[in-house]
């Protein structure tokens, strides 16, 4: 089972009906693979080319035996890390904090939140 936080769109958004989106806690494979890139694909942007520009700053300025393991490093912290930039980037987007669940996978965890949270009524089944 996963933690997944929930972050409500921003009041002035234009469609009543937008969900929230789950943010996993647990460690990106695609950031640790891929680092800045990764979190560019994943929505951060502003923290992914923040980290591009350390990274090549890093291998401009280092010799190649530093930067290697500094820039695995970088990648291994950025992973870690990848949920709390996530949230940190939507929030700058004026999406609001709210309680999280834990579940196996995002839209069982959209669920769980909204069968406790009863401000969101669930759409009816026809």
């Not at 921003?10 to 469609?15: E, M, N, T």
């Amino acid at each position: 089972m996963t933690f997944y936080s929930a972050l409500l769109p921003p009041a002035r958004a234009l469609d009543p009906a937008q969900r929230p989106v789950m943010v996993a806690w647990r460690m990106s494979w695609l950031v640790l693979l891929s680092g800045w890139v990764g979190l560019v694909l994943r929505g951060c942007w502003i923290s992914g080319l923040l980290a591009g520009g350390a990274s090549i700053l890093t291998r401009q300025l280092l010799p190649l035996p530093v930067a290697v393991p500094l820039l695995g490093g970088m990648h291994l912290l950025l992973a870690l890390n990848a949920p709390d930039l996530r949230q940190w980037e939507l929030r700058l987007r004026g999406y609001r904090a709210a309680r999280g669940v834990y579940a196996t996978n995002p839209k069982a965890a959209l669920l769980r939140w909204m069968d406790h949270d009863r401000s969101h009524p669930l759409s009816p089944v026809s």
